[in-house]
Nanobody, 115 residues
Framework: VQLVESGGGSVQPGGSLRLSCQAS????????MRWYRQAPGKERELVAD????????NYVEAVKGRFTISRDNGLNTVYLQMNSLKPEDTGVYSC?????????WGQGTQVTVSS
């Protein structure tokens, strides 16, 4: 299993970023995918997840209405569109593949929201 995130960076409050996670080494379309984040000094939290077909999504309350998770099973890629970013969204964002009861992780990408 290999997961490679991209799209992080620095943005001002109110800005947008789109994260991508390219997957390989497993049958991507069979498994739920997740985005996590870890803010400085805090535990990692689940931000959003999406079913294997992309028809069911879930979000942590803090990002509802601002973030959108999606996937393209033809491209083996999962996305996280982040709008109206806030300083508290700052952290390392990692994608994960939930396979047979455990997460397989990417290396993460830094998102910094600051004026």
């Amino acid at each position: 299993v290999q997961l490679v995130e991209s799209g992080g960076g620095s943005v001002q409050p109110g800005g947008s970023l789109r994260l991508s996670c390219q997957a390989s080494g497993f049958t991507f379309s069979n498994y739920r995918m997740r985005w996590y984040r870890q803010a400085p000094g805090k535990e990692r939290e689940l931000v959003a997840d999406i079913s294997s077909r992309g028809d069911t999504t879930n979000y942590v309350e803090a990002v509802k209405g601002r973030f959108t998770i999606s996937r393209d099973n033809g491209l083996n890629t999962v996305y996280l569109q982040m709008n109206s970013l806030k300083p508290e969204d700052t952290g390392v964002y990692s994608c994960a593949a939930f396979i047979f009861g455990r997460n397989y992780w990417g290396q993460g990408t830094q998102v910094t929201v600051s004026s």
